[in-house]
């Protein structure tokens, strides 16, 4: 073949295309009425789980990108803002998390996160789709010390089933579930009940739940992000909802944390903690980044304030997209 | 025509249409592998100047929408995040601002925004394209009151001779400037020499000069926010750099503030003298959202500080994108 | 506003756009993985009927382009092939066309081109959406004259229920529907029981009945275009299946021509006749060309003698789309 | 990774994705304002020789799909068209052929046809890209046979110089090269002065030269075809030019043939030494489709026989697009 430029094994091309360049796209329909195209290099690998429809693609903005049911869950060259505003806030705020519990996260790079974090004994990651979490493993080599760390406890069940079936408790549990989507597996963990009954049972004194909560933007909060935030507070004492603008998702994303134990420590603990406790160094949050997150602009504020729409599995609320889980229930 | 329902003269659609209603798209490239496309409704209007391409869409996520040289500048369902963000903080820091200059601004809703603190007593716009201005003067119905209002004074010049031209002083000059990009007509009002040379020396004591800034996203600051506050560092003793995401732009936007009289209210005072001097209520802007605005993120911060190339007519940095201003050098 | 180019109450649009030029589209779904796109100038018209949703869209490569349900029905460029191809074999064929009678045709070039038959004195459309009529005669400049034409009886009623109120009988009936898509107003007018119960029994002696046929391409034809022949061939011992490569269509397109007199005139007669009876220049339409186009291609040929279904209500084909009837029958 | 359907080393799909399916698109710009769009299942490869870039696309709807400077070359489902249409009017016009030359052909499928001929002996493929010629033989399955067959000679060079280099005669020259686009590898080998001192010289008593000669739709026949037929037609005695629609061109493809005797063979003739010469089935070319092929529309008629350019190196015509041939001229 000479020294033509071809895609190899691991999917990387070697060659700029000019004429090609920007032929082949991915194509997200956000909203019914909005769509985000990235210029594809490949289409590395897809899959249908009993659960969900998987792919990874290498796109030209925003490196790899895995793909569940038609909806980017994470893109290589930015993932690092999602992941890490999900773990590190509540584990700083906890005065020393030891084990951790992770809802659905079978990408790996949550786990990724928690495991910088010296103070962690152990972290259970507890995902309904065996084949995605092999898929992962397999083929995110970012988190391939993460799956082999021998604190990660790795579960293939339903995390409503597994965290009743459990006696311990968790110093931070964490909800890395995919979006509420009609539909999709995981709108009935977003529900008043599962964290009255479920969740918070399961906190040991001083235990922190944190939930990514959706899309946050000036537009898209009211979609599910100030209902989470408004159910969590049917809950527990203290609240505490941010937000970061992940460019791969044409969005500003929200997460939502919450304790009955007050969460008062100043940007400066936060950055003393930080080095004290992460290994290595971050790369989007600290001290002053969470102030900024946490201070939400006047209209979100508003909404989230007057928000009284509360989750329960009769009245839930999604986003827009439309999952696949129903092909594993009818069977 | 019965009860058809139809365009009318003023590009109104009565209705919603089901099979035709993802029919239409309008498509920017915003970097040249990553597209925006939002849903149309209708091509309102489209027209060329001697200085730019215009066009006013009828978008279904984002309202009427003006979209010069194939970038989008505005769009009416979130234009309100921009222009608040680019006028109430330099007008609120200065101690009573009553003559205000704004560089470009032909859409009107910078004025719109000015004209609501009742300190202010003269404002003057000045852009160079008057058929922008007329378009816009025309057909957003949101800024007639502003281009009425009596202490408009309306310029069409190029700002730069304007300012040059001029003796009296301003206490705020705002640049509501298109985007620098290669062959547009605005890349030489960001250099260091505009701002030494032109621009401090027509703001009066305790002045506040502010530009938007364009992306300042986690990724797309790099192209010209950090470059433009850098710039200003180097003229002005306080630079106060500040972002807020904005839905249709798909990233998060820049502003830089600079005086060299320090800003130093807190949140608390913005509201209070929001309260005395602006006519109605903010949507956007309030005394937190700028604590969270003007609080730049971990990896935008280090890189600001970082930042040393500095803004001359011989080095500019662009934006992605291509103007149409040599028609007019052409001619 | 100086000398800008906008576009005014025609729609039309004066000056090419640069920057501009590209962003806007037209998105066509022909099959569920593929996708037809034309830039836009303007989008002049938009509206829904109770059986239909409409537009009049302005398009660089096609010029004004009727789209009704979502599917393009006709482009100003290239409508004339098919109008062409519709009307004149059946009327050439014929010895001496007078009456003849339209099934639909509401967009009136289908008229437009029987009216220039010098021997036909009558002509009767039935279309049943009278708002799209009127829609098309305000909006088809090309077809004005036609609808002005004393010898047009105009008729709003549904094609099967006036052609069974009717005791006269017509030289050549039309088909000019729109294609049987699930839930569209048409697909019951392409049924064995409707050709034999309804149209047959309209037919002058030597009579003939042509009909649209659908997609006619190299692997499209087994949507429609082979059953629509093979119920013909029920009811009627001659039939011609013909077709032509529409560009804006991205596909050939068939008709079907029936009747019990054999259809037995050369290349040569029909370029006589055409000369004797057509008024003004056919563009695309001659003797030649409908060798060409009755002469069909080895595998289309094939699978048109091996087919064996028969259109009947309960069996119906449709082409890929959905149409918005229902919303009518609901009411 | 239990039954998961992932792509394997071979780049095959197993798997049909509900939620996946139409996210991933290839597009290619036919003219500047109209696109044309396939779902993607994957990339199967893509690269850049010194002449061209090349990929290799598995589309949804067509098929394996090989693209040369982001222009499609030839689809898996469609391409029989093509190659049926290119190759065996000629070699069945031809008393007995023996001896044939290709011109590119890289693609190996030409080949392919020509080997079903019985009576030839032997085969010249003469390609310029050296990469093609070897990314087609690993990849392209169907014609695997043909790269083995022992009548075939494979030479790397330009098809110019080595038709100079050669003094023996050829009873078919075939020219299956890329389209003239503006610099691309192809537009030297369609001009007159190539015609008349290269191409013809090579031929044998009764030889026949056969081009692939660029779309022949209603309005694009103006691009190049109508151009090469005038150019032939100054060099040769009779000169047939005939087209086909060919699906995944979205377009009417045009061929011409040229030879010092006269082609007067009918249908049924050709049917016959089909039957006679021609081993296996062919799916798209027989004597009726060869009459209608051959038979063009009034329109395009016309404009043939108005057309007076002549094809020559300072006077060229290009199809739209841009081909990556100087790359290699200035290495």
Not at 216 to 226: N, Q
Request: proline share 4%; glycine share 6%.
């Amino acid at each position: 073949m000479g020294d033509i430029s071809v895609s190899n094994g691991s999917g990387k091309i070697s060659s700029p295309l000019n004429g090609y360049r920007k032929s082949c796209w991915y194509e997200e329909e956000i909203e019914e009425n909005l769509r985000w195209c990235f210029a594809l290099n490949s289409i590395l690998h897809t899959g249908a789980t009993p659960y969900q429809d998987i792919a990874l693609l290498d796109t030209k903005p925003f490196g790899k990108a895995l793909v569940i049911d038609g909806k980017l869950q994470s893109a290589e060259t930015d993932e690092f803002i999602y992941h890490e505003c999900l773990v590190h806030p509540s584990l700083l705020f906890h005065p020393s998390p030891k084990a951790v519990f992770i809802m659905g996260g079978g990408e790996g790079s949550t786990a990724r996160e928690i495991l910088r974090h010296k103070t962690v004994e152990k972290v259970t990651m507890c995902d309904i789709d065996e084949e995605v979490v092999e898929f992962c493993r397999s083929h995110l080599l970012v988190n391939r010390n993460a799956f082999c760390d021998p604190r990660l406890e790795l579960v293939i069940n339903d995390a409503r089933a597994e965290l009743e079936s459990r006696n311990a408790c968790f110093d931070v549990i964490i909800g890395d579930l995919a979006d509420p989507i009609e539909g999709g597996p995981c709108y009935k963990l977003y529900t008043r009940s599962f964290y009255e009954c479920i969740v918070k049972p399961r906190l040991s004194q001083n235990g922190i739940f944190v939930t990514q909560a959706g899309p946050a933007g000036i537009f898209s909060h009211t979609e599910v992000f100030s209902c989470i935030y408004n159910t969590l507070k049917q809950i527990f004492k203290y609240v505490v909802p941010y937000s970061a603008h992940i460019p791969s998702f044409a969005d500003t994303w929200g997460w939502v944390m919450a304790s009955d134990s007050p969460f008062s420590l100043t940007a400066e603990d936060l950055d003393l903690r930080t080095k004290q406790r992460i290994k290595g160094e971050n790369r989007y949050f600290d001290g002053k980044t969470f102030t900024s997150a946490s201070t939400l602009s006047k209209a979100v504020r508003q909404s989230l304030s007057n928000e009284t729409h509360v989750y329960t599995e009769g009245a839930a609320r999604f986003i827009y997209g439309y999952g696949t889980a129903d092909r594993h229930e009818q069977e």
